[in-house]
């Protein structure tokens, strides 16, 4: 090619680039033109379409154009006239042409509204049920009018698919593919891709999520080439990439949970403030059930330019004067009409089967009880009213009381240990585990799943140990769950045959736009404050696609701050049912409580709580405490019927006499208010009495240590000058006999007569006889006994006190009875000699002491613990053995049941550093903890960093437990390759070769197993020489 050619050529190309560029920027500077359009005559049909709807917009229309105040929100462009348009004065009479011009405007302007009967086309995977295409049918007349909406309808009725189904229309009928922008709580996210995948593919849907690097290359090559319709995103990724999204004009702004710009000074409220956009839809299935401003907030962001003014509208509908004036409400009414649509499930989803709720009400057991009083004590001048009351001091208060009546693990220290175990302790010291375990294998007999809502993730950590121990399969998701651990789980929680039995959330991350419609059973382990966000945690359940009937099980331990807790939670959602349902709005100061009311709910059952020691829990079949919880239900929910809304408000059952009705004062059959009124200490709570003993005689204080009852039948005496033995000395038996001679006589010479003990029934007489027979025969000692006595009253361990026997056998129990070394060092004052002496005679003569049982379990459950600890070694042991630098190479075999809190880079740290520290030594967990914080490379993992000792130990504890089945798992494996590659007959060649050279020694039983042997053996042959 030519040199003129080329040059034509590259002219050619040059040209064609810039006619490229010139029609990009055409086409780009056309959209925005067009964009900006459209608004303006969203604007104009706003007005039009909201001044036919009622005249009470003329308010804020006029108020919004002559206000100083700058509107909130993008500002717009208004032209001079359409301003004059807008508050002209209509009083006077119109000429004939002012009206022919009119009416003309208004033919021109009047527009077919579309209208779906059936499921639109696009809509795949199903079909949209007839509630859902009237929102549908609602949300586009919305758009024809250039009116920004509330979508409220009760959780489960379908709300993402309805405002799927309203994009899709804005693609295929209006010829607007976007962008559009969904922005959605974390939790939901990809719920909301999913849902677009399914139910309309042909949007094509993106998610922008992830860390700075994710998102840097997700804007670079998927967000600003523009070749999708929707952008799924969270509030955090709108604050965080503000920038990016501020370039783009936005067709729709969605935004789900929209309660959360309730507040127009928040950061995100700003933010989103600032976005240019078209239309805007708000999505939420709480009642609207904000105060004045926070409603204004909301319409203020859905039309700035009508509701400029905050101190306009609050003036316009105050509080106090709403509630009372049905002009005002029905003004109210008119104004919420044109943006809101709220239905319920009650009214529209006649195939969904309303939701069972049953409270199982549940008592303390004796640590939460301890717990309980020991939280009283420490603020009892508070509680009663005695000390400075303030407000963050009683909310602390009552704080404490829920972690008591949830489980007392939750206080540092309250766990027994260490070594801390997963067993039945993790029951039965919680009324509400108590009956959880109970009831979950009823559930599973019956095929249901269950989710399980706690408010406090640290409960959640402890019913994870109880999974692990009942080998329940398990889900758990709380607001340190990764986005990617949360899809994962849910995914394989609702999968068809999923073997997961239960998950367990935190009711405020897991109860919002989660679908686990797969489960029927809902258990809310803990109340919470707000009653919304219970019945959002049900709606997991209670939901479009669910099959059977959900139930509810609420646990409320009874007689405690938790059951005054439900109460008024129950009342505040009657309240709402009463009053914001029909249109009105409860002032939110009323629903905050003050310091007397949080005094009155620490007070409820204190006095109960002090004057009981022992456990509430009832052994009680669990069919019959679910009767009796239902029963109560029922009474407590008719009961609520029956209260007024004047009662309601003051948060009181007293309805001033109304029949069929009690007050919430009336207790035990008295009315504690007027009792109150009489008496000025009538809150008094008398904090128990410290027990005082009379007098602290011997014989006493060893009747009670050994729980001996008080005889009935006076004592027989003894002689006044008699030495004192105690079968821990190990006295010669031959001693013993001469003393009992000794007092046989002295009963002879007084002349004693034996009573007859009933207690003994049959046997009396005889016994009777047969011990007076011994004092009617008793001779006194004669001078060769008495030198016989007294030589062997020095033949006994004289020197040994009661303390220093408790130290003896506390030393065996610590270290086992083989380490006579270490038990020497324990006992205090005795030389090492003295010690193996009378260990010696102990262990030769132990079945002669009277609590020998006792002492036994004693010893050998600290010898259980020691080769507990040595089997966790040899466990840690054999893992390590297998890497080179277990530091970095080892490996864990989670399963199924990962935790969902730590890493496994972090789970690789504590076994190995555990294993480096020693497992048994004293405080190898506040070690552990100061080697995390002194590692590089957890700098900057303050997860890992904030962790307690205790917390650590409980890790510690699972990763063992995993470890050692991997090990059991692994020798069995090795035990089946040998016996498969092992010929048949080589195995007895191989026997008889090793019996041939080195004889296999006889098995020797453990020094432990032999010596318990022995002692069961002298019991036995001690009972038959007593018969």
Request: glycine share 4%; charged share 30%; proline share 4%.
């Amino acid at each position: 090619m030519s040199k003129t050619e080329t040059a034509a050529v590259e002219a050619t190309e040059e040209n064609s680039n810039e006619t490229t560029s010139d029609a990009a920027t055409s086409s780009s500077g056309e959209k925005e033109a067009e964009f900006d359009n459209k608004i303006e005559a969203d604007r104009s049909r706003r007005f039009d379409f909201l001044l036919k709807q009622t005249e009470i917009f003329t308010h804020f229309m006029t108020n919004s154009a002559k206000s100083p105040t700058k509107p909130k929100g993008r500002p717009k462009k208004i032209k001079d006239k359409d301003k004059e348009k807008d508050v002209a004065d209509h009083r006077h009479r119109k000429t004939e042409q002012e009206e022919d011009e009119e009416l003309l405007a208004e033919d021109s302007a009047t527009k077919e509204i579309f209208r779906f009967d059936a499921s639109p086309a696009y809509i795949k995977s199903g079909e949209m049920r007839d509630y859902q295409i009237r929102g549908l049918n609602w949300m586009i007349s919305l758009y024809e009018n250039g009116i920004n909406g509330i979508l409220a309808d009760e959780m489960g009725l379908g709300k993402t698919l309805q405002t799927i189904s309203l994009l899709g229309y804005l693609k295929h009928f209006k010829n607007q593919a976007g962008p559009h922008i969904v922005i959605v709580p974390k939790s939901t996210l990809q719920n909301w891709v999913n849902e677009f995948k399914k139910w309309c593919p042909s949007l094509r849907a993106v998610c922008l999520i992830g860390d700075q690097d994710t998102r840097n290359t997700f804007i670079r090559d998927v967000l600003m080439p523009g070749e999708w319709d929707v952008c799924v995103t969270s509030y955090e990724m709108c604050i965080r990439e503000k920038s990016v999204f501020k370039k783009f004009n936005w067709r729709y702004l969605v935004i789900d949970e929209a309660h959360r710009i309730k507040n127009e000074k928040s950061k995100l409220s700003e933010i989103l403030r600032e976005f240019k956009t078209a239309n805007r839809l708000l999505i939420t299935g709480t009642p609207l059930q904000n105060n004045l401003h926070e409603l204004w907030a909301l319409l203020n962001f859905l039309l700035p330019d009508v509701f400029n003014s905050s101190e306009d509208f609050d003036e316009w509908f105050n509080t106090n004067t709403c509630l009372g004036d049905d002009a005002l409400i029905t003004r109210l009414h008119a104004v919420l009409k044109p943006f809101l649509l709220r239905r319920l499930k009650a009214e529209v989803e006649k195939r969904l089967k309303p939701k069972k709720e049953m409270k199982i009400f549940v008592g303390l057991s004796k640590m939460q009880r301890d717990w309980y009083t020991k939280v009283l004590l420490k603020d009892i001048d508070v509680v009663n009213g005695a000390g400075k009351v303030e407000k963050m001091r009683l909310q602390n208060i009552l704080m404490q009381l829920r972690k008591c009546t949830n489980h007392p693990y939750l206080f540092d220290g309250a766990e027994p240990g260490p070594p801390y175990t997963t067993d039945t302790h993790l029951v039965y010291n919680s009324g509400k585990m108590a009956i959880l375990d109970k009831l979950l294998p009823k559930l599973q007999e019956q095929g249901s799943r269950v989710l399980i809502f706690s408010q406090m993730t640290r409960m959640l950590d402890i019913l994870e140990d109880y999974c692990h121990w009942r080998n329940y399969n398990y889900c758990r998701l709380d607001g340190q769950t990764p986005h990617e651990d949360r899809n994962r789980q849910i995914q394989e929680f609702n999968m068809d045959n999923s073997t997961k039995f239960l998950f367990m959330l935190s009711t405020r991350a897991g109860g919002l736009g989660i679908n686990l419609a797969t489960a029927d059973v809902v258990i809310i382990y803990d109340s919470d404050w707000n009653p919304q966000m219970d019945l959002q945690a049900m709606d997991r359940a209670h939901r479009i696609g669910q099959k059977k009937q959900v139930r509810v099980f609420r646990l409320i331990t009874e007689s405690t701050v938790e059951e005054k807790i439900v109460e008024r939670a129950e009342v505040k959602l009657r309240l709402d049912k009463m009053v914001i349902q029909g249109g009105r709005l409860v002032d939110n100061r009323s629903n905050q409580l003050n310091k007397d009311e949080m005094l009155n709910i620490i007070r409820f059952g204190a006095n109960q709580v002090f004057s009981s020691k022992e456990t509430d829990i009832t052994d009680e079949d669990i069919d019959v405490i679910l009767e009796r919880g239902e029963a109560k239900t029922a009474e407590q929910k008719a009961a609520l019927d029956s209260m007024g809304e004047s009662s309601l408000r003051t948060f009181t059952m007293d309805t001033n006499g109304e029949a069929g009705t009690s007050s919430v004062y009336q207790f035990e059959g008295e009315d504690w208010r007027e009792k109150q009124k009489l008496n000025a200490l009538g809150n008094w709570i008398e904090p128990p009495k410290r027990e005082r003993k009379a007098n602290y005689a011997v014989d006493a204080y060893f009747r009670e240590a050994l729980r001996v009852s008080e005889p009935k039948a006076p004592k027989a005496p003894r002689p006044p000058k008699q030495p004192i033995v105690q079968d821990f000395q190990f006295f010669p038996p031959r001693l013993f006999e001469l003393l009992d001679q000794e007092i046989y006589y002295f009963r002879k010479t007084v002349g004693y007569k034996v009573p007859k003990n009933t207690e003994l029934g049959s046997d009396a007489t005889k016994v009777q006889r047969e011990e007076q027979r011994k004092i009617d025969e008793a001779e006194p000692l004669t001078e060769e006994e008495i030198q016989e006595k007294e030589n062997l009253l020095s033949q006994g361990f004289t020197a040994w006190t009661k303390r220093d026997f408790n130290q003896f056998i506390k030393a065996n129990e610590k270290y086992g009875r083989d380490d006579i070394d270490n038990i020497a060092k324990d006992v205090e004052g005795k030389t090492p000699e003295e010690v193996i002496e009378y260990n010696a005679v102990f262990w030769e003569r132990c079945t002669e002491l009277q609590d020998i049982e006792r002492i036994m379990g004693q010893i050998e459950r600290g010898e259980g613990k020691i080769q507990r600890r040595l089997s966790i070694k040899k466990a840690l042991d054999q893992k390590m053995s297998r890497y080179r630098a277990p530091f970095h190479q080892l490996r864990l075999q989670y399963g199924n049941n990962k935790g969902k809190n730590y890493t496994e880079i972090e789970d690789r740290f504590l076994v190995c550093m555990l294993h480096k520290l020693g497992f048994d030594k004293e405080n190898v967990y506040e070690e552990l903890r100061a080697a995390i914080r002194a590692s590089p490379q957890f700098r900057f993992d303050w997860f890992i960093k904030s962790r307690t000792a205790l917390e650590l130990q409980r890790r510690c504890n699972t990763l063992i437990t995993l470890i050692e089945r991997e090990n059991i798992e692994l020798e069995e494996k090795e035990r089946a390759e040998k016996k498969k590659k092992a010929p048949k007959g080589s195995v007895s060649a191989a026997s008889g070769s090793s019996s041939s050279n080195t004889p296999a020694p006889a098995p020797q039983p453990k020094a432990n197993q032999k010596r318990k042997s022995e002692v069961v053996a002298a019991s036995s042959n001690s009972k038959k020489k007593k018969k």
